[in-house]
């Protein structure tokens, strides 16, 4: 046995260990902090299967922001707690669960023992059309060129969750502010972090985001680092989110879909088919789409995990 | 827009601009992108730390930076020889410790810096402004380390009375 | 000169191991919040310089070299934050409001 | 043992010693103590994957602790906020409206 396969399979027991404490601990905050370090085990993990690109992902959402959302819920959650606790489902209803959750499981164990050796793959054609995109970084070239219809669905789903988040509002508050607690000293240690670190983050963002094209990295990870950003001087009681009634706001956050499919559907008189590029004009019209996604996924980002809006629109 | 803002503007500027090209390489291709960046996290900075007059002195800074280095290598030994020794030996406290230094970013330097150095942790801060230490071992030689720090912070930081 | 460097590394590296492993014992061993957030907060920054102290010479000079030690310090920046508020939380008896 | 063979197995070690770190996880008693093992995981996760990343030679896991090391703090930031605060906002506004 080798050395990294030994490290590997202790990566893997360590994190099954993980997720079924997670699962099982009955404290809503231990169970949240308990994912959050799954996160970190899976960031890991991606690296361990030359998946930079993933960990990448895994390292900005699981790590910052995912992290952040639940730990705010199961604060919220704190005081219903005690009495959800109480209530413990009956019998039956635990069995059908069970039954379910194992046939889930062996399901999903047949087919992954049932894949074919070697698997079928379509990276060696997705390599050899690399050039013709202009993009360095595979993954991004599947995404914004082979797949792009599913990267635009991807960015509409994130919007279309945001608006379930803000219908959660109470009438009153509707084109109002999200807030976030902010009960924080202006001159105290969390201040001090938050007017330090954000400039910092903005380049490191923009660079994850710009690298994107052509070595691991990209829009989601970049926008991810600046959301985070933007939610740490909120926090810290620095600044306020603007009323969701704003029309920049409201621009900004269907710009990049907007763009999107412009792009796509010009592609039909340019290229000849929905979402082709024409030829030498591939990775400018990749780089614009990315440019363009990139503010309405930090304002969408952040506004996710900022919820539904809590105080009045200014009159 | 007065002298300070624009100096503390191209300086802070050229800083990012800086670690945009220590991350990203010198390729020309990339410097558009670098530049969106650095003028966003300078604007970022200015306004979340708007600058103030008052100058650095860079020899005390370094001096207090070596100090911070030697210091905190002394913290974890000490933490680690606390840990593995069989008898734990703790005598911990709580002790108040009246800043001199002016609150916001030197204020806080200063509780970040000591919390990595032996023995003291930064717990707060009590009604009169003082900081609130949690300590391994309370005892005289605590607030004497703490007087030096803060002696080269303020010196660092162009406070100190012999500036007139 | 290779050997010299490597030498340094494996130095460095478990040095930082080490201190890896009393933040660990610390954590489990001290006895109240307050006391564990010092292992915390010093054994764990100094295990993580230490590593990449060592790290340095295996890396390519200029860019990756530095970007580690960026990495550092922004965990110590993080640590001495966290660490504070923490300790802040810890104090005040730490516990939701119930 | 090669450099990369040392390399890795420090890896592991680190790992481990911050897996050992998790019983506080399990245990508590405090939620701050949870958050603090949280923590030591992050730290301790990012020099297993720089010496993970310099041991296979892959240059982007150095972003990847890059993005871990900026975001550490976050979540431990969003903990004390969401523990030491009473969630005095938003119990006001549903006290003001169910008063309606």
């Not at chain 1, 008189?269 to 019209?285: H, R, S």
């Not at chain 1, 990315?290 to 969408?300: C, D, F, K, N, W």
């Not at chain 4, 103590?33 to 010496?51: H, P, T, V």
């Not at chain 4, 892959?58 to 090391?69: F, N, S």
Request: aromatic share 8%.
């Amino acid at each position: 046995m080798t050395l990294a396969l030994a490290v590997d399979i202790g990566l893997a027991m360590l994190i099954l260990a993980m997720a079924g404490w997670t699962i099982a601990v009955r404290d809503t905050f231990a169970s949240v902090i308990g994912f959050v370090t799954y996160g970190l085990l899976l960031t890991l993990v991606w690296v361990r299967l030359a998946m930079p690109d993933v960990a990448l992902t895994e390292a900005a959402m699981g790590g910052g922001l995912t992290g952040a959302l639940l730990i705010g819920g199961a604060a919220r959650l704190r005081r219903t707690e005690a009495a959800v606790r109480t209530e413990r489902p009956g019998m039956l209803t635990r069995t059908l669960a069970a039954v379910l959750s194992a046939t889930v499981t062996a399901a999903l164990a047949i087919c992954v023992l049932n894949l074919p050796d070697p698997a079928p793959t379509l990276a060696p054609d997705a390599a050899a059309k690399l050039g013709s995109t202009g993009v360095g970084n595979p993954v991004t070239a599947v995404l914004l060129a082979y797949r792009s219809m599913d990267t635009l669905l991807e960015a509409i789903v994130v919007l279309l969750a945001l608006f379930g988040v803000w219908s959660l509002a109470h009438d009153r508050f509707w084109g109002g502010c999200p807030q976030l607690r902010t009960h924080a000293d202006s001159e105290g240690i969390l201040a001090y972090f938050a007017r330090i670190l954000p400039p910092i983050g903005i380049i490191v963002g923009v660079y994850i985001f710009w690298i994107g094209a052509d070595f691991p990295g990209g829009k989601f990870q970049g926008a991810t680092i600046l959301a985070a950003m933007w939610l740490l001087v909120i926090g810290a009681g620095l600044a306020y989110f603007p009323p969701i009634s704003q029309a920049w706001l409201r621009i900004l956050l269907v710009a990049g879909p907007l763009v999107f499919m412009v792009i796509g559907f010009a592609g039909i008189v340019t290229a000849g088919a929905v979402f082709a590029y024409p030829i030498g004009f591939a990775k400018p019209l990749i780089l614009a789409i990315e440019i363009a996604l990139m503010p309405t996924l930090v304002l969408a980002l952040a506004l996710l995990v900022a919820g539904a809006p809590q105080r009045m629109p200014p009159q | 827009m007065s002298n300070i803002p624009m100096r503390a503007a191209m300086t802070r500027g050229a800083i990012y601009l800086g670690f945009w090209l220590l991350l990203a390489g010198t390729d020309i291709a990339d410097l558009s992108a670098g530049l969106a960046a650095a003028v966003a996290a300078t604007w970022a900075s200015l306004q979340l730390l708007p600058p103030k007059g008052g100058q650095f002195r860079y020899a005390a800074l370094a001096r207090l930076a070596l100090r911070f280095g030697q210091e905190s290598i002394i913290g974890g030994v000490n933490v680690a020889r606390l840990a593995l020794n069989p008898r734990l030996s703790l005598r911990t406290g709580f002790l108040v410790y009246p800043v001199c230094l002016p609150t916001g970013m030197a204020r806080n330097t200063f509780g970040a810096m000591t919390s990595s150095m032996p023995g003291t942790l930064t717990a707060g801060i009590d009604d009169k402004g003082a900081l609130i230490y949690h300590c391994l071992n309370v005892d005289e030689s605590v607030t004497a380390q703490l007087t030096i720090d803060e002696g080269l912070l303020l010196e660092g930081i162009g406070e100190t009375d012999d500036d007139a | 000169m290779k050997i010299a460097w490597d030498i340094f590394t494996i130095v460095a590296v478990m040095a930082g191991s080490f201190f890896f492993l009393a933040g660990t014992v610390g954590l489990l061993r001290f006895p109240d919040p307050l006391t564990r957030l010092h292992a915390l907060t010093k054994a764990d920054n100094l295990g993580l310089g230490l590593v990449v102290l060592g790290l340095l010479p295996q890396t390519h000079w200029p860019l990756d070299t530095i970007k580690l030690i960026a990495i550092w310090l922004f965990a110590l920046l993080a640590g001495a934050t966290v660490g504070q508020l923490m300790a802040c939380t810890a104090r005040r008896g730490g516990g939701p409001p119930k | 043992m090669t450099m990369p063979d040392f390399l890795l197995s420090a890896a592991a070690f680190v790992l481990v010693m911050v897996a050992l770190g998790l019983i506080r996880i399990l245990r508590g008693p405090e939620d701050v103590d949870r958050m603090m093992a949280a923590q030591l995981f992050g730290s301790g996760g990012i020099a297993a994957l720089l010496l993970l990343g310099v041991a296979t030679e892959a240059k982007a896991v150095i972003d990847v602790a890059l993005t871990l090391a900026l975001l550490a703090a976050f979540a431990s930031v969003a903990f004390v906020q969401g523990i030491s605060q009473p969630d005095s906002d938003d119990s006001d506004d549903f006290k003001e409206t169910r008063g309606k």
